[in-house]
């Protein structure tokens, strides 16, 4: 079935370093793909999306790009803050049957 | 504009006692809800989830059960609560349209 794999954490990070969170999926169709976050004690907030391949979603900072041809959605970001500190996560949805990756915690260190 | 509301934020139960956990979307018609549960430190496991009033589907088997008796109104329950029922319980809906989903605050439920 379809899935989504993400680099596993923790991730620690100084402030201002550049971020890459690796996130590839297996899909039989063309899903769309999404970033979220959440930070200590929320629920889970969209950060980005893309919808078809070659899109670039991008918000805060961060960016991701649909890459069919790997099959990845890498998330990134030039230079973090100490508020960027959260859990992330990739997913896919297809046929509205969202999967989600098991997350990757970031801590950025001031 | 859309809105989720997730209540309680945090709860604090004994083995053995009732749960009600309610979950509220505004600004919608005829969502798709779901309740995810979050262990400490782990990933989102699906656990429930609804096309439309009174259709509930069950991902896992366990004690906890839902209902939706009203079109934006998720509920999830259990009759007697668990020790490992404890973690992060978070409500979501989605227009039905391969588009993301919006997830509530979420409730932390403690069972002692």
């Known amino acids: 079935g379809d899935s989504v794999t993400q680099m596993e954490g923790p991730v620690t990070l100084s402030e201002e370093a550049f971020l890459t969170i690796n996130c590839t999926y297996t899909?039989?169709?063309?899903?769309?793909l999404f970033w979220y976050v959440q930070y200590p004690g929320e629920g889970l907030q969209l950060l980005l999306k893309?919808?078809?391949?070659?899109d670039k979603g991008s918000n805060k900072g961060f960016e991701a790009t649909y890459r069919k041809e790997t099959t990845s959605f890498h998330l990134e970001k030039g230079s973090v803050q100490v508020s960027d500190s959260a859990v992330y996560f990739c997913?896919?949805?297809?046929?509205?049957?969202?999967?989600f990756g098991a997350g990757t915690r970031l801590t950025v260190k001031p | 504009s859309q809105t989720i509301h997730q209540w309680p934020a945090t709860l604090v139960q004994p083995v053995g006692s009732p749960l009600s956990l309610e979950c509220t979307v505004e600004?919608?018609?005829?969502?798709?809800l779901y309740w995810y549960r979050q262990a400490a430190g782990r990933g989102l496991q699906l656990l429930f989830y609804?096309?439309?009033?009174?259709?509930i589907s069950s991902e896992v088997p366990q004690n906890l059960s839902a209902s939706r008796p009203q079109d934006r109104q998720f509920i999830l329950s259990s009759k007697k609560l668990l020790l490992s029922d404890s973690g992060f319980y978070l409500c979501?809906?989605?227009?039905?349209?391969?588009?993301?989903?919006?997830f509530g605050s979420g409730t932390r439920l403690t069972v002692v």
């Open positions: 979501a809906w989605s227009t039905g349209y391969q588009d993301s989903y919006t």
């Open positions: 899909a039989t169709g063309y899903p769309s």
């Open positions: 893309a919808t078809k391949a070659d």
């Open positions: 997913a896919l949805i297809y046929n509205n049957d969202m999967r």
């Open positions: 600004g919608t018609s005829n969502p798709n």
């Open positions: 609804s096309v439309g009033i009174g259709q």
